[in-house]
């Protein structure tokens, strides 16, 4: 074996390995060679960066590390743990490692790329502008430079500029991956598929290997029906930089649909609280198919799926696993039940609250008129949190529908917008009244209808089988498909869309419409209505 040679050997065929892109060789090779030389900061820095390539990034971070404790005045090791750090998401510690590299090294545009980057993911968008403006004065014309300001411009909502400055990318380097990615990102956005979809195959033309433009692939084939290709593309989420930083590691076998007989599966919660009220609803096909099921989902939704019948054992996020055999992700079981548009699961109620509790919540909020759950903002972490949220003052005016009660769901920062807007919004704050998903699911099933942004409550509803108004950006999320007012997800659910991308008025006109016929219908008919149809 060539990792068995002498030191001198090894780094030369490990360096070349690296080179070429030959990840596991050069692995072996620089770990042999950390065993011979283990006081040199080079083969510690290179084992670091073969550790990275391979996604092993806490392994990478502790090579990193011990090549730093070997040579704390090196520029290449923190530009290589800063650039570790953006990949972690760690944006924080990137701009510490990135500043140190500079201090030492003050003329390298590539780190000051880098730092640009960690600050504009850090969301300090005027400190990203001056460090690209650095950049572009030491390397007039860097394609990454003009890049780094087209993704400030994508971050910051400014798609036309974004999308330009990509542009221009790509006349001074027509074969930079990450531009044509990032246009198609920009077109996905505004909601032109066509283009989106060239630019993405542009990038797997330049690199086959690259799951970013695969897995946005397989999010417009979603978003088109194409249920058969659109499951396995998504798969390939587990080797983007965003998923790799929260991929498990588990010894036992991914279930993709085999006979269980009997065995134990850990369905495990991989995204947002959302995707887990969808996606929960497999939990009991997975025991039909002979399993023995084990749902480990977020702290605050543990206590509402624990009295939800037919969902097997339920454990929280952080606590200890039991044995178990098999295990597979949420958002993997349609693809394990090959799902298709006319296969979707979507009998409901399959998530029920504590009855006690909502005899208390209907008692508390009886009266004749219609009781509406609102919810306008996500969790500002959300990628396109700025896309699909809504200031409570555009939705203020739905508030004033004669006939109607309204009551604020919202949790988060975004909460205080009912503060903020004072008498300008007739709403009832029940923030502190929802400790988890348990107190909001009493709360929803005594109301009539919820009305509410794509985000975890519109899920709540839609899983309850409560009638639910779901208020969606011109590029919404696949789940909700293309051109159609109805989900198949969630037969009580209606959908309003954006006709154009940022513009809410119109969405928030056509539900005050249809809010107000709705209240009128009923009280034609003899009364107010408890819940919308």
């Not at 390539?53 to 806490?58: I, N, Q, S, V």
């Not at 097997?312 to 298709?340: K, N």
Request: aromatic share 8%.
């Amino acid at each position: 074996k060539p990792e068995d040679g002498d030191a001198g050997t090894l780094g030369s065929l490990g360096k070349a390995y690296l080179d070429e892109g030959q990840l596991s060789p050069a692995h072996r090779c620089h770990q042999r060679l950390a065993e011979l030389v283990p006081k040199s900061p080079q083969v510690h820095l290179r084992l670091g960066t073969t550790l990275e390539g391979l996604g092993d990034w806490d392994a990478a971070a502790a090579s990193y590390g011990r090549a730093l404790e070997l040579q704390p005045d090196s520029a290449d090791i923190y530009g290589s743990l800063g650039r570790l750090k953006c990949k972690q998401g760690a944006y924080e510690e990137a701009v510490e490692a990135c500043r140190r590299s500079l201090s030492l090294a003050p003329n390298r545009h590539e780190i000051y790329n880098l730092l640009g980057f960690a600050l504009i993911n850090k969301g300090d968008y005027g400190a990203a502008v001056e460090v690209y403006r650095r950049a572009l004065l030491l390397k007039p014309g860097s394609a990454y430079s003009v890049f780094g300001l087209g993704y400030l411009f994508e971050r910051q909502g400014d798609l036309a500029s974004a999308a330009e400055s990509y542009q221009l990318v790509l006349k001074l380097d027509p074969g930079l991956v990450d531009a044509h990615l990032h246009l198609g990102i920009t077109h996905f956005l505004e909601g032109d598929l066509e283009k989106a979809v060239e630019c993405f195959a542009r990038v797997q033309e330049l690199a086959p290997d690259n799951n970013e433009a695969r897995t946005f692939l397989g999010h417009i084939h979603l978003l088109q029906g194409n249920f058969p290709l659109g499951w396995s593309e998504h798969e390939y989420r587990w080797n983007t930089a965003h998923f790799l930083r929260h991929r498990r590691k588990f010894s036992q076998p991914l279930w993709k649909g085999e006979p269980l007989e009997g065995s134990r599966i850990l369905l495990h919660a991989e995204q947002g609280l959302g995707d887990t009220l969808q996606f929960v609803r497999y939990a009991p096909l997975v025991e039909a198919r002979g399993g023995n099921v084990v749902l480990e989902v977020q702290r605050r939704l543990h206590r509402l799926l624990t009295l939800s019948s037919g969902l097997g054992e339920v454990i929280r996020w952080g606590d200890a696993l039991p044995e178990f055999d098999w295990q597979c992700p949420m958002l993997s079981l349609p693809w394990a039940f090959a799902t298709r548009l006319n296969s979707i699961p979507a009998q409901v109620p399959y998530v029920h609250p504590d009855p006690a509790r909502v005899e208390t919540w209907r008692q508390r909020l009886s009266g004749n008129s219609l009781r509406i759950g609102l919810v306008w903002g996500g969790s500002p972490t959300f990628p396109h949190e700025r896309w699909r949220s809504i200031p409570l003052e555009l939705l203020a005016p739905l508030t004033d529908t004669e006939g109607t009660t309204f009551y604020s769901l919202q949790m988060g920062p975004k909460a205080s917008q009912v503060k903020e807007l004072g008498s300008r919004v007739r709403i009832v704050d029940l923030q502190d009244e929802q400790e988890d998903f348990a107190d909001t699911a009493a709360i929803v099933a005594s109301l009539g209808l919820v009305i509410s942004i794509d985000t975890s409550v519109a899920h709540l509803a839609g899983a309850m089988g409560k009638p639910v108004w779901i208020l969606l950006h011109k590029s919404p999320d696949w789940r909700w498909l293309l051109d159609r007012e109805d989900s198949p997800w969630y037969p009580t659910a209606r959908l309003f869309r954006q006709s154009t991308l940022g513009n809410w008025q119109d969405v928030v006109a056509r539900v005050e419409c249809e809010l107000r016929a709705l209240v009128a219908k009923s009280a034609a008919a003899g009364g107010a209505p408890s819940r919308a149809p």
